[in-house]
């Protein structure tokens, strides 16, 4: 979910970066337009991956592979 989140971070980024830069909502161009019921969904999918990415900022930065089971005698 995590990966998911964040593709889904910086597809909104890009988007807003274009928007931003050149005037061109690319969301919207590819669904029909920005109103458009298919492109508020992905909208909405996006605002969503984003509030599950506000998470990430919150966790401990151990990396998933290190093993905290294992004690050395």
């Given at each position: 979910?995590d990966t998911l989140s964040l593709v889904l971070?910086?597809?909104?980024?890009?988007?807003?970066?274009?928007?931003?830069?050149?005037?061109?909502?690319?969301?919207?161009?590819?669904?029909?337009?920005?109103?458009?019921?298919?492109?508020?969904?992905?909208?909405?999918?996006?605002?969503?991956?984003?509030?599950?990415?506000?998470?990430?900022?919150?966790?401990?930065?151990?990396?998933?592979?290190?093993?905290?089971?294992?004690?050395?005698d």
């Open positions: 979910m971070v910086v597809i909104g980024a890009i988007n807003w970066g274009s928007v931003g830069l050149f005037g061109v909502d690319i969301v919207g161009a590819i669904f029909g337009g920005t109103h458009m019921l298919m492109s508020r969904i992905i909208f909405t999918i996006i605002g969503l991956g984003g509030l599950w990415a506000i998470s990430l900022l919150f966790r401990d930065r151990v990396p998933s592979h290190v093993n905290h089971n294992h004690h050395r």
